[in-house]
């Protein structure tokens, strides 16, 4: 069993507080209170101060002229265990941090500094800690949906962003249809041979890596078959017994990885080059010393993954075989 504050996206320090998004007066009165925190965003990214422990998310007052300044009102995260309300906002309208303002665009801006900035939430998974990478994520996730839900999926007229930050309204009255972030099941496996695992890889991935192969799972499919369904499309690779593993939220944009282990019934690969470039078989020993960066054949994953934290635990003794 794979522990869940091991999986980089997974938790939160909040309680999402979710009856408080419908509750105007007192939504109202959180984000009227300056103690309330809000973490910006620009352009997807999160503002982290980047201390010498590592980076950490920079929140700000809900009060602060930025915060207020944006067009859409901040996004409710949760309640901390004192109550203090956390909102995420999306400043995506200053003018962009490290490049001097143009005229025609927003003038305000955020006094940024060599350690204050707003950096891509991907590049620095593997050094936040397990409670921001949780809440950043939530609110990374959020604010993708957002930006891609513009208008109504049923009328096609614009949409307007509900209270609270976690529902889009259809501003059409003959449809007001409402509308919830959405988030895409995507299974990733490790398909074992006795002490052998199924690795493949992408052309346009850098040189050497290799990873668990994975795929969206489409409607009217169980988690069992979509594993199935993958492994035999992508390396033409049979499996017989599929068990859940772990799941990480992705939020790039939008995806939730579900981990599983299965078992091959053949270690005959046939190649579907549309899919993927390469598909090899790697035994435990040899994928031991690529986690550790002593492999020449094969790079290591990338931290903070789950197909690394999978891996790992596989090597480990923690994820059993068949
Ligand atoms: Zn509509």
New binding site residues.
């Given amino acids: 069993m794979i522990p869940e504050t091991s999986i980089t996206f997974a938790g939160s320090f909040l309680d999402r507080a979710d009856a408080l998004r419908t509750d105007i007066p007192k939504l109202d009165e959180h984000i009227a209170n300056p103690t309330s925190k809000t973490l910006p965003f620009w352009q997807g990214k999160p503002l982290f101060d980047l201390t010498p422990d590592g980076p950490r998310l920079a929140w700000l007052p809900v009060t602060d002229d930025l915060i207020t300044g944006a067009e859409i009102a901040p996004a409710l995260l949760g309640l901390d265990k004192d109550g203090v309300a956390h909102f995420a906002a999306d400043v995506s309208y200053i003018a962009p941090p490290d490049e001097k303002p143009a005229e025609f665009v927003d003038k305000r801006t955020l006094d940024l500094t060599e350690t204050r900035k707003f950096v891509d939430l991907r590049a620095v998974m593997g050094e936040v800690t397990h409670e921001d990478a949780g809440v950043a994520a939530s609110a990374k996730g959020l604010f993708e949906w957002r930006n891609t839900h513009m ?7 614009p ?1 307007t962003v509900a209270p609270g930050g976690w529902r889009m309204d ?3 009255e ?4 409402a509308h919830f972030p959405r988030t895409d099941p995507v299974v990733i496996m490790l398909i074992l041979s006795s002490d052998n695992v199924l690795l493949g890889r992408q052309s346009f991935w850098p040189e050497r890596m290799y990873s668990l192969l994975a795929g969206f799972m489409e409607p009217g499919e169980t988690i069992e078959a979509a594993v199935r369904r993958e492994t035999m499309e992508e390396a033409g690779v049979p499996v017989s017994d599929v068990r859940y593993v772990v799941s990480q939220p992705w939020p790039f944009p939008a995806s939730l990885m579900m981990g599983c282990s299965g078992k091959a019934e053949s270690m005959d690969i046939h190649l579907d080059k549309n899919e993927l470039e390469d598909a090899i078989w790697v035994s435990k020993d040899e994928m031991r010393e690529a986690l550790a960066g002593r492999n020449d054949r094969i790079a290591p994953a990338r931290k903070g993954a789950v197909a690394q934290i999978i891996l790992q635990s596989w090597v480990d003794g923690i994820v059993p075989g068949f």
């Fill in positions: 208008f109504c999926a049923n009328c096609g007229a949409n259809c501003t059409n003959a449809c007001k249809r």
